[in-house]
């Protein structure tokens, strides 16, 4: 079996449980205080472990994220590109509000610092069956893209934090972009799902788009095919971490089994389960509780 190469951050994410977001001018006590891992990219590597698909990180922590590094090894992911630097980790604050929705802030850090030996070293190995992962809170993302086309890898873009960094890329290159609504009506000037995808595959036919929907759950299209799964309804306490644990296990069990509809079946499950727990990386839902959640939801 193939792996997943996974370019992406890894952030240490200092999590506020808040009443209310906080407002301009305002000062708000926290009901509670947490550490956790997490980063967009850690989040995926660890979804992509847990969905039962090879995967290798790629990017950096500081010496004070090692303890990250360690956390993805014992979840699974290979870390034999990952570089430890002088730049400390990058960090997250984020506000979590009791509906579970979040608010976000993330400061790069050794994210930020130039990876292009990493990604080289990590596609040198590469066949060319692999698909190159990639989010936006990582630099050296161009690079990364053309390195891995010119090896004949796919590339599938996780499109968050969506900015114009994101759209300036060599999007004709992207195989794969998964996006949320926010996301796919900045990529494209359209709010109505049906119509966001029309506009990604308009400029770029080859793509597939993959455009999650939150509680409206997700649409799949390509120039043949069009997909859509429902969400699976849950109680929610924290919402972070859902978008990377639907994009790791999505890609892993397609790269698994080949089978879409599945990919779809069993990300939207993943995710779902992901929100009942808090944290991001420490939501992520193993292969077994997603296979009893769906044998539940089936019986
Ligand atoms: O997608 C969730 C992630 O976004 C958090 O873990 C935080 O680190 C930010 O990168």
Known sequence: ??????????????????????????????????????GKGLNQSIAVAEAGCAVTHVGAVGEDGRWLAELMTARGVNITHLGITNTPTGQAILQIDP????????????????????????????????????????????????????????VAFNMAPMNANARALPLALIDYFIINETEGEALTGKTEPSEICDAVLDQYPHSA????????GVLFRTAERNLSQPAY??????????????????????????QVELALQTAAAAAALSVTQPGAATS???LHDVNQFLATRAS
């Not at 309804?233 to 080949?258: H, I, N, R, S, W």
Request: charged letters at 15%.
């Open 284 to 286: 992520i839902p193993t």
């Open 209 to 216: 788009v993959v455009l999650t929907l939150g509680p409206a």
């Open 99 to 154: 509906s579970g929705e979040n608010a976000i802030i993330i400061l790069g850090g050794a994210n930020l610092a130039a990876h292009e030996h990493l990604i080289d070293a990590a596609l040198n190995d590469a066949t060319g069956d692999e698909i190159l992962l990639i989010q936006n809170e990582t630099s050296g993302n161009e690079a990364a893209i053309r390195q891995a086309k010119a090896k004949g890898l796919q």
């Open 233 to 258: 309804p849950v109680e929610t306490v924290d919402t972070t971490g859902a978008g990377d644990t639907f994009t790791g296990y999505f890609l892993a069990t397609l790269m698994k089994t080949q």
């Open 1 to 38: 079996m193939s792996q997943i190469i996974n370019y992406g951050s890894c952030c240490i994410d200092h999590v506020f449980q808040i009443p209310h977001f906080v407002r301009a001018g305002e000062t708000l006590s926290s009901t509670g205080y947490a550490i956790f891992p997490g």
